[in-house]
């Protein structure tokens, strides 16, 4: 038997691009970026959660907008692959509009309409709604992370020069003294 070596020759040529991470540890600004996109992940999930809804709701509201005009002006043999008239085929058409394959859609849908309006508006309200809302939503938590990181930087850059100025003891008695502030309990009386 005659083994082919290209398979292998790809496979370690593959696991190459995992080289990035082996120089992150050298890099500390490379490691720093991520670890906070590794933080960020447990937000990703939420906002999947959301893109999975909108897709669903899209695609419900699809059948029902136009389930019937293609069923009454494509045949069995002229249907488009992507069409509405069922969930899955409307979710997966969803999911095209979202990754910018519209325009084809679009057009199948205006003739099926007969050039009616309401395509359009529902194409581009899915446009808006999936697109640029998800898109600012990802944006928007990963800034985010990124400005919890710089200030938790900022606020370990000014401890470290405060605690370089201050002597040993000060800073024992500074530690015994937070200890102290955090037990007790302030009591407050009404009156």
Request: hydrophobic share 45%.
């Amino acid at each position: 038997a005659v083994v082919s070596t290209q398979s292998g020759h790809y496979g370690r040529g593959s696991l190459r691009v995992l080289r990035v991470f082996r120089l992150a540890k050298s890099w500390s600004t490379m490691k720093a970026l991520i670890d906070i996109i590794a933080e960020s992940i447990s937000g990703l999930v939420y906002l999947s959660i959301i893109l999975g809804v909108v897709i669903y709701t899209l695609s419900v509201i699809g059948m029902n907008l136009f389930q019937n005009e293609y069923s009454e002006y494509y045949n069995s043999e002229t249907m488009p692959r992507w069409n509405y008239q069922d969930f899955y085929h409307s979710f997966i058409l969803l999911f095209r509009i979202l990754c910018g394959e519209w325009i084809e859609l679009l057009y199948e849908t205006l003739n099926a309409t007969n050039g009616d309006q309401w395509p359009v508006i529902f194409y581009l309200g899915a446009l808006v709604l999936g697109n640029f809302l998800v898109l600012n939503l990802f944006l928007a938590l990963l800034l985010n992370a990124f400005g919890e990181e710089s200030i938790k930087e900022k606020s370990g850059a000014a401890a470290e020069a405060n605690d370089g100025n201050v002597s040993l003891t000060q800073k024992i008695k500074n530690k015994i003294f937070n200890i102290r502030k955090k037990k007790k309990v302030p009591t407050a009386t009404l009156r």
